[in-house]
């Protein structure tokens, strides 16, 4: 080890004290120089003299005499400062008026900022010349040191009554006048609020500031905007109102980063919003003719997204927007659904075609307003949802929550007009027929998109269904497509909506149509090589389980047809054994060349209506044929005999004679062919008297098919679910069959209990002891397990339950052809 380092430290003692000056001399010429740092005079004074004052006290054993008596001298000099510059300052209290009583305050916070000024130079000195007192006296003491000590004595002799309620109403007066609008010194309140913000009671306390300027700011603020804001509301408008609230929070922001510092914004921002929002939410969306419908009409929409800004700010506020928003979108859409009056047309027809005469023309003008309030009423719900998406979109920033209210409030109008689902099928079919004018493929492709979106609302899926079903079959049939690519498309779109069991039967419509396309041209190679009938045809085989189900109409061909009908039957049945063939003659035409007194025409016209026709060709010119007389010898229905006939005698073009004329065919009517028919076109269309929106009685009818069709779905789904789970209880079961029916239409629990006290009685299910629960059975027969027939006709889960019968339908197929005859 070092010798070096076993030597002993040299310890550094202080020089003693060789002053000739006494300590009381050395405490008098320091008080002196101290009481002429307070009063300005330090320039004139040396720092090392009053050092060496102060370090001699100390060595002196006078610390004690030192620190109390620079402690009174610091007194003494604020109770002159207070005589001084703080009493002349105070208001006189004879103002009333808030401007003058501002500029009063004004002087004060100025006077008290410059005694404060002058005070913490003055300790600024006096904390340089007795650093040793601060270093060696006062930590052992556990004191303050002289700068602290003189900031604590500030504290105790100037805030304190009465200056601290004149500083603290001068600081109130000059935030008030400046929010009334008026200009004021900022800096001279900034100054007061500085020097309050770093006084303390005591080094443990909050700051002055914090402890008496803040509760009663915060106070006269909420009084403030209480007043403020009731008044501004009665007499604003809502977006007027929502620019002055903004405007009133962004006041307050730079008021507190100004000059009330901004640990206090947070504060002034929720008082704002306890007192200009939470308490007028409601007050400010629906304020007649300014609030959010009214924005909304008038395409406001930055005042719109400052109230959602504004509003979002308390926990009331997108709720309120969110019960406005959905309120005001149901309001707009039952007035779209009170507009389109379609009860006038329920029971009236249109024909396809103009009609002469003041009673024909009121019909077809009544079939035509029918469908287009059936179009004009799913534009309108387009519009509305494109309004509302912009909206959405750009004023209230794509909110998930008001998105969800959007939703509703579509889906609460739309599915309250029960004929929704046929005009939103009617609206894609006429987008998707042929000769859609004004649109181009792209428009008519956004316009199908839009109708998707509106199509996403409803909960009775399976009623499009069929009403679509129904459409596109006519498009098919009748080759009205606009093209096949399009429809495709759409029915890829629905395919992405509701799954693939949805659009399954409709794909098969598709298919029927292509193989009988490769039928007939099969057909045609065959009539090559045989005799062929003397009336070519086209025929369109459909399976009937794709295609829309209607009632066969008999009806007595002629023979001509007979042997065309019969050539074709031995060629398909050679071709596909085990089928049975149904003709549909009532959804055929027939191209007929006629020869009328002037000229020949080829006329278009319904297969039926061919079969009437074709009763007056070995008429004479003046012979007759009575409604009994038709109908008897053609076996139609009287239905389907009306129509036809009245396209033939009451439409534009009168082939046939009424007599009496009139446009309505009655029982006792008798006909005759209009040999002196006239007109300037060649080939002339005879299109059959329809409606393009369903009566009541259809109507009545569709929905009749539609709850039959939804008791089969409702048993196969229940059955299914029993018999994967074997046993569950009621409310289980109801529930489970809800979440799976649900995405075709809204099952009714009653409907549910129903079905399954069915499927009891048949003993698919059997009911526990407990009567709250079944449990799934397998009932046996001749050695056989019978569970029930159902047809994989599947979506999510679903299966739709087919009852026996009908599986016999599976392989038969609906027969509609179209002839050329001479």
């Not at 709720?319 to 009170?338: C, H, L, W, Y």
């Not at 029918?370 to 509305?384: M, N, P, R, Y």
């Not at 998109?449 to 009748?478: C, M, N, P, Q, S």
């Not at 082939?655 to 028919?677: A, T």
Request: glycine share 4%; with cysteine; aromatic share 8%.
């Amino acid at each position: 080890m070092s010798t070096a380092s076993q030597k002993k430290k040299t310890k550094i003692r202080p020089p003693r004290n060789s002053s000739d000056m006494s300590l009381d001399e050395t405490w008098r010429r320091l008080s002196h120089n101290i009481r002429e740092i307070f009063a300005q005079n330090a320039a004139n004074l040396s720092f090392e003299e009053n050092h060496r004052f102060g370090y001699n006290l100390v060595l002196g054993k006078q610390s004690e005499k030192l620190y109390e008596g620079v402690k009174v001298l610091v007194v003494e000099n604020l109770q002159k400062m207070i005589k001084d510059k703080l009493i002349p300052a105070f208001p006189t209290g004879v103002r009333s008026d808030m401007i003058s009583r501002a500029k009063e305050g004004e002087e004060l916070l100025k006077a008290f900022r410059c005694v404060w000024d002058d005070h913490e130079s003055g300790l600024c000195k006096l904390r340089d010349i007795l650093k040793y007192l601060d270093r060696v006296y006062a930590p052992a003491q556990h004191l303050p040191v002289i700068y602290d000590a003189g900031v604590l004595l500030f504290h105790t002799h100037i805030i304190v009554p009465p200056i601290e309620g004149h500083l603290i109403d001068a600081v109130l007066d000059e935030v008030r006048v400046e929010r009334d609008g008026f200009a004021i010194n900022q800096s001279a309140v900034r100054g007061c609020v500085e020097v309050l913000s770093l006084l303390r009671g005591d080094r443990a306390a909050q700051p002055v500031y914090l402890e008496k300027l803040k509760p009663p700011l915060l106070e006269e603020t909420r009084r403030f905007y209480e007043t403020e804001g009731k008044r501004r509301l009665e007499s604003f408008s809502a977006p007027e109102y929502l620019a002055y609230v903004d405007k009133r929070f962004i006041e307050e922001i730079l008021r507190a980063q100004r000059y009330l510092t901004s640990q206090i914004a947070p504060l002034l921002q929720v008082i704002l919003e306890e007192t200009l929002l939470a308490p007028h939410l409601s007050a400010v969306i629906y304020m007649p003719n300014s609030g959010m419908d009214t924005m909304i009409d008038t395409d406001k929409v930055q005042s719109l997204n400052l109230m959602y800004k504004l509003f979002k700010r308390v926990d009331a506020g997108v709720p309120t927007i969110r019960s406005a928003f959905k309120d005001s979108i149901v309001r707009r859409g039952n007035e779209i659904n009170m507009n389109a009056e379609f009860d006038a047309a329920d029971e009236l027809g249109g024909v396809e075609g103009s009609a002469k005469g003041k009673g024909k023309a009121k019909q077809k003008m009544t079939g035509s307003q029918t469908l287009q309030q059936a179009l004009k009423w799913v534009q309108d719900v387009l519009d509305l949802k494109d309004k509302f998406n912009r909206v959405w979109s750009e004023a209230f920033d794509s909110d998930r929550e008001l998105e969800t209210a959007t939703v509703e409030g579509f889906e609460k109008f739309i599915n309250t007009n029960p004929k929704a689902p046929e005009f939103i099928s009617l609206f894609i079919d006429e987008n998707l027929k042929k000769g859609v004018k004004d649109k181009t493929d792209l428009e008519v492709d956004a316009a199908l998109d839009k109708t998707i979106t509106v199509f996403r609302y409803l909960t009775d899926k399976d009623v499009f269904e069929r009403y679509y079903k129904g459409h596109l079959a006519k498009r098919l049939l009748l080759g009205r497509s606009v093209s096949h690519d399009a429809e495709r498309q759409m029915l890829g779109k629905l395919k992405v909506e509701c799954g693939h069991q949805f659009t399954q039967k409709l794909e098969g419509m598709f298919n029927d149509m292509k193989l009988s396309a490769e039928t007939m041209d099969g057909y045609r190679a065959h009539l090559e090589r045989t005799t062929a009938p003397s009336v070519s045809i086209s025929v369109t085989v459909m399976t009937s389980t794709y295609w829309p189900s209607a009632a066969t109409v008999t009806c007595t061909l002629p023979d001509v047809l007979v042997k065309a009908t019969k050539s074709f039957e031995a060629y398909y049945l050679a071709k596909h054994t085990g089928r049975r063939l149904a003709w549909q003659p009532s959804m055929g035409t027939v191209d007929v060349r006629v020869q009328f007194k002037a000229r020949k025409h080829d006329l278009t016209v319904s297969t039926i209506a061919l079969v009437i026709l074709l009763l007056f060709e070995d008429l004479e010119d003046d012979g007759f044929q009575t409604y009994e007389e038709i109908k008897m010898a053609t076996n139609i229905p009287d239905g389907e005999l009306s129509r036809n006939l009245q396209s033939l005698a009451c439409a534009k073009y009168k082939i046939l004679k009424k007599h009496p004329p009139g446009r309505d065919v009655n029982s006792g009517d008798s006909f005759s062919f209009n040999n002196d028919f006239t007109s300037s076109l060649q080939k002339i269309k005879i299109s059959t008297v329809s409606s393009k929106v369903e009566s009541t009685e259809e109507r009545k009818e569709t929905h009749h098919r539609i709850d039959e069709e939804r008791r089969h779905q409702t048993e196969a789904c229940i059955v299914r679910v029993m018999k994967d789970r074997k046993h569950m209880a009621h409310n289980d079961l109801i529930n489970e069959v809800t979440r799976q029916l649900i995405p075709r239409f809204q099952p009714n629990p009653m409907d549910i209990k129903k079905r399954i006290e069915g499927l009891i009685e048949r003993e698919y299910l059997e009911r526990c002891d407990d009567r709250k629960s079944y449990n799934y059975m397998v009932s046996v027969y001749h050695g056989l397990v019978v569970i029930g027939l159902t047809m994989n006709f599947r979506r999510e889960g679903l299966f739709s339950f087919v009852h026996l019968p009908d599986l016999y339908f599976l392989y038969s197929c609906i027969i509609i052809f179209s002839g050329n005859a001479n």
